[in-house]
């Protein structure tokens, strides 16, 4: 196997990212506690300097590269992009938090640097091979960042339960490609949609290998009924862990589903297969998430409810079945990213040490402790639950309006139904905030970095919300010209 620089330089930002895991690694070694803010401060370096090295060599046209391995594309180099703001984001609303609970350490950083390794190889894998590997890589860092209090019993737990749960919807993956690869005797992306196109393939093997693709495409999107670890692992996890679960891997899984079912398996005998599954999938994951969360007392647990619908609204797009729709689903996954960054933020921003800020009640009265995080948090919740002009509504609207166009009519009725049911409880946390007596009065500390980006973060959700356009186009852009 032979590689040409133009390889290297595909994956150039892979390989920075890589080597400075390496250099954090080694160099945390040599640092104190009390030295900490340096191994921070290279961690968020090493993401900006990622995210550079993709817009200067970012390029308009579709790259394969590593042996067909590896495809640098429009759709990769924004998702990657996407993926690097969140992570940095977390890590900036996180600082105050894990230094609290003593997980302000090395493992911390580079655990959070592999798992964005993996979401990046995910996003440009090309070849069942490396869409597979990148999935391990992320999906063991995050065992890993849920488990790091180790003397935490309810780290613990959620650990040990995403850890089973994960290798079980693994193992159904991998079970899947095997089906693919047996049908189709291939594993490169672009040579299986051939073989599928040329109507040499398998049906039978095909259709029963796309049924355990979809179920593990389910369990890394947390949709019913392959949720049982969102709630769990959201509530045990912690809260700066829980923000990175809930936020950058769902970009990179829209990814893994654009490469697996789109790009792989996308003809129009097949489209019809997997659609019926995702209508399915996304039914049930609007009607449980939705319906549950209304029971929550516990916030964490709430919006990891507020998730599995979410990837319901999500798998409309995808559905759609044209590029309108995927570039919808796409809008959709970055708006709430966006989102979910802000809501687990704000409780990282009311916790303190000994206390998690994770439950209904903690919110109570925050508009007399601070009126300008409460309106935060109220653009937030706004926008989760699609009220005008927060950005959450452009991105429903923009779902719905490609499921109608896909002549899904009855579809797009559904969805609107369980959005009303799910506007209730995000409307009780503003409820809370704005008309009940405050339970805590402690005011409210944090870093001055997560305070300025909860504040940006929020008001995002308001300005993208009246000015839409330039993402919708951004994502437009990135699917016209990978697919």
């Known amino acids: 196997m032979t590689l040409a620089p133009a390889d290297y330089l595909a994956a150039w930002p892979e390989i920075l990212l890589l080597t400075m895991v390496c250099v954090i690694l080694v160099a945390d070694l040599f640092l104190r506690d009390d030295q900490r803010s340096t191994t921070f401060a290279l961690t968020v370096a090493t993401l900006i300097a990622c995210a550079a090295v993709i817009v200067v060599s970012a390029k308009p046209e579709v790259t394969h590269a590593l042996n067909g391995m590896f495809v640098d594309d429009p759709l990769a180099d924004t998702l990657k992009i996407m993926v690097f703001i969140a992570v940095a984001a977390m890590l900036i609303y996180s600082r105050g938090y894990v230094a609290a609970r003593g997980m302000y350490r090395g493992e911390f950083f580079t655990l959070v640097l592999f798992a964005t390794l993996g979401m990046m190889v995910m996003i440009s894998a090309n070849h069942l091979l490396s869409l597979y590997l990148g999935l391990e890589l992320l999906s063991l860092s995050l065992y890993a960042l849920v488990a790091l209090q180790r003397d935490s019993k309810d780290n613990t737990e959620a650990a040990m339960k995403y850890f089973v749960l ?16 047996g049908a189709t005797g291939q594993l490169e992306i672009p040579k299986i949609a051939q073989v599928i196109a040329d109507g040499k393939a398998n049906g039978t093997i095909l259709v029963f290998g796309l049924v355990f693709l979809v179920a593990g495409i389910g369990f890394k999107l947390g949709a019913v009924p392959f949720h049982m670890w969102v709630p769990d692992v959201y509530q045990g996890a912690p809260t700066a862990v829980a923000l990175l679960i809930s936020s950058a891997p769902k970009l990179a899984a829209f990814a893994f589903v654009m490469r697996l079912l789109v790009e792989a398996l996308g003809t ?6 997997w659609r019926q599954m995702l209508i399915l999938l996304a039914v049930a994951s609007m009607a449980v998430g939705n319906i549950t969360a209304i029971a929550q007392t516990n916030l964490k647990r709430m919006l990891a409810y507020s998730t599995i619908s979410h990837m319901g609204f999500l798998l409309l797009g995808v559905l759609a079945g044209d590029p309108n729709g995927y570039s919808a689903a796409m809008f959709y996954v970055a708006v709430y990213t966006l989102t979910s960054l802000g809501a687990f933020g704000m409780i990282m921003l009311l916790a303190r040490e000994g206390f998690e800020a994770d439950r209904l009640e903690d919110f109570k009265g925050l508009n007399r402790r601070s009126p300008w995080y409460a309106f935060v948090m109220l653009l937030l919740m706004f926008s989760m639950a699609g009220v005008p002009p927060t950005v959450g509504f452009y991105a429903k609207l923009s779902v719905l309006e490609s499921v109608v166009n896909a002549g899904q009519i ?11 049911v799910g506007a209730f409880y ?14 805590d009065t402690t005011p409210i500390r944090a870093d001055a970095g997560a305070r300025l980006l909860l504040s940006v973060n929020g008001l995002a959700a308001l300005a993208i919300g009246i000015l839409p356009g330039w993402l919708m186009e951004l994502c437009r852009q990135a699917i016209r010209s990978s697919l």
């Open 426 to 439: 995000y409307l009780r946390v503003v409820r809370l905030m704005y008309f009940d007596e405050p339970v």
């Open 166 to 181: 994960g290798a079980l919807a693994s193992g159904m993956l991998l079970y899947g490609m095997s089906m693919i690869y």
């Open 268 to 273: 129009a005998s097949l489209l019809a297969e």
């Open 410 to 420: 009855w579809l797009a009725v559904v969805a609107v139904v369980f959005s009303l």
